[in-house]
């Protein structure tokens, strides 16, 4: 099966600019999360979607940072506008299992440089 | 709220020795347990799993973990290194959030470096 997809690879914004990444999962995973990877530290999550519902987005900066599952399938993950610190590997992952329980599988990133 | 702490974020080894990295977690209800491998340039993949059925956990290329919830550790084993086996390591907690869902909580990673 076709892992989970993510675009664009590699992105380089001034700060202020906007940017805005997209995640295509595993086919029929109900749960798609979004985390930042920041170097030299472990995934922070961002965002955990159910189907096209919201889990979890306590740690999502919302002033800046937005998030969408339309129709449970892909989503995108939008910075406007980016600051210097948002500089990170975005890392999408998918679960087959709804809840959280289940193994998580993962894209290989969005980097994103903010100059 | 749950929390996941790796000691040490490097460990170094030489070939065939034994590799020990070291996950302790914190969680108000028994969770689900995993450590993740990253290689350079590539997502993270599963290595094991831990859901309840045995304490000890065997998973991908020779490596285990065991369940110890009197220490709350999850402490992850391979026992002879290979150069291969150089990457990054995650162990991660899934535990029960607010709102009823599991939520995947990472730890910072610990380096494996093989040295021949």
């Known amino acids: 099966e076709a892992g989970v997809a993510q675009s664009p690879r590699y992105k380089i914004i001034e700060k202020r600019q906007s940017v805005a990444f997209w995640c295509n999962p595993i086919?029929?995973?109900?749960?798609l999360y979004w985390y930042q990877q920041i170097l030299g530290q472990g995934p922070k999550l961002l965002i955990q979607f159910q189907n096209n519902g919201v889990v979890d987005d306590s740690q999502l900066p919302k002033d800046r940072f937005s998030a969408e599952r339309l129709k449970g399938v892909d989503s995108t993950l939008k910075i406007q506008p980016a600051k210097l610190e948002d500089s990170a590997v975005y890392l999408c992952a998918s679960s087959r299992l709804a809840g959280g329980s289940g193994e998580l599988f993962f894209g290989e990133g969005s980097r994103l440089t903010v100059l | 709220a749950q929390s996941v702490t790796q000691l040490g974020s490097h460990v170094s080894v030489s070939e065939g020795a034994l590799v020990l990295l070291r996950c302790n977690y914190s969680s108000s209800v028994p969770p689900y347990l995993f450590w993740y491998v990253q290689y350079p340039n590539q997502g993270l993949q599963l290595l094991l799993k831990y859901t309840s059925a045995a304490t000890l956990v065997k998973g991908i290329n020779g490596f285990e973990a065991e369940f110890k919830k009197s220490e709350t550790s999850f402490h992850l084993t391979k026992p002879s290194a290979h150069m291969s086996d150089a990457a990054e390591y995650f162990c991660a907690v899934s535990g029960k959030g607010s709102g009823g869902s599991y939520i995947p909580t990472f730890g910072r990673g610990t380096s494996l470096i093989v040295h021949p």
């Open positions: 086919s029929g995973h109900a749960t």
